[in-house]
């Protein structure tokens, strides 16, 4: 059994895919370091998320799916170490759910590891997440509540550092909860570099290559996904969601044209200026393990200007949509040329094999 286990539980949007996907291309080397990330698969840790939120649809998931969490475990208990659990969606847990999961985890010690950033950037890339998940709601309307159920992920439930440290730090005592608070300032790398500080191994010689940021769409095509949204009835699926709207629409066509940053409605701002102070003020009365600033949990008193969602116009939507049917037009032109000229060369490598037999053939 490994000797104890950081979960790395979010927060949503604090740079968990571009840590995740370190982790996951380096497993092998983290082993030989004596880091063991459990599972055969980077979406196990998702799953078990799941399984440990009691997320109803996990119930009517695949037998692959349901056994995600037995598997961490499993492989937890038969090697020795630090073992790494990370995915955002723990955050959501209550604090029943949280210590059941400390509970499965023993006789390992837990630590666990929060990664945090101000309440107002978070709260805008939250609702562009939602949205690339196939949500609909508009931002004037999101957040207006705290969630009671573990399965709210684009909720002040998983966003609020503070409401999430109060359900976890009923399982892990405030000493082995590391808060990693982002730093705006600096590079990319920077947040890797004390994640490994706090989960104990070196960096040298790791593989960053693959790493990526989960970039943002403009105002404009934002809005434009959010109406799209709600056409797409039929891409419903988590297969669907990640594949079709996530990478294919929102990563790989929407987010490369640019277009203008935003902010939410004015009393929103406010709401995620009042967040921040309080948890800054409550980080500050706990013995956590702060790693980083918590002057950068606080939104500025001085904002850029910026656009909000509900000002961009139908002829803006218009004109994104436009050029995306026109995009969307040459991608299946490209595909049907690809799929030819790939139907070709078989054509022409079973002509020549078929010769070359007849060949042999005639020379016996």
């Known amino acids: 059994m490994v000797e104890r286990v950081l979960v790395h539980i979010g927060l949503p949007k604090t740079a968990t895919s571009y840590l995740q996907t370190i982790i996951w291309a380096n497993r092998d080397e983290l082993r030989r370091r004596g880091v063991v990330v459990p599972g055969v698969e980077r979406r196990d840790h998702l799953w078990a998320s799941r399984t440990v939120r009691e997320d109803p649809a996990q119930l009517r998931a695949p037998e692959h799916h349901r056994g995600a969490w037995e598997r961490v475990l499993g492989e937890l ?15 959501a847990a209550s604090r029943k759910q949280a210590a059941a999961m400390v509970e499965a985890l023993a006789p390992a010690q837990v630590h666990l590891v929060v990664t945090a950033r101000e309440p107002l950037g978070l709260f805008a890339a939250s609702w562009q997440e939602s949205l690339k998940n196939g949500a609909t709601t508009p931002m004037v309307e999101y957040g207006r509540h705290e969630s009671r159920s573990s399965t709210a992920i684009w909720n002040w439930r998983s966003l609020d550092l503070r409401l999430v440290l109060q359900r976890w730090s009923t399982a892990v005592s405030p000493e082995r909860i590391h808060v990693l608070v982002l730093d705006p300032t600096a590079p990319k790398d920077d947040v890797w570099e004390r994640f490994a500080s706090v989960v104990g191994f ?9 790493s990526f940021p989960n970039s943002s769409m403009g105002v404009s095509e934002a809005e434009t996904l959010r109406r799209l949204n709600s056409r797409l009835d039929d891409f419903r699926s988590a297969l669907d969601r990640g594949v079709f709207i996530r990478s294919f629409l929102a990563d790989q066509r929407l987010v490369p044209r640019g277009g203008e940053r935003f902010w939410p409605e004015p009393d929103q701002i406010e709401d995620c200026r009042r967040r921040g102070d309080e948890t800054i003020a409550y980080l500050a009365g706990k013995p956590f393990d702060v790693v980083g600033s918590l002057e950068d949990l606080r939104v500025s008193a001085a904002l850029d200007p910026r656009r909000t969602p509900a000002s961009v116009t139908d002829q803006e939507v218009a004109e994104v949509a436009l050029d995306l049917a026109a995009t969307l037009l040459g991608d299946v032109r490209t595909l049907r040329q690809e799929r030819r000229a790939a139907a070709s060369s078989r054509g022409s490598r079973l002509r020549s094999a078929a010769a070359r037999w007849r060949s042999r053939l005639r020379g016996a």
Request: proline share 0%; aromatic share 8%; glycine share 16%.
């Open 77 to 91: 208990a038969s090697t020795e170490g630090t073992g790494l659990i990370s995915h955002e969606f723990f955050a």
């Open 202 to 210: 070196e960096t040298a010689g790791l593989d960053l290559s693959g």
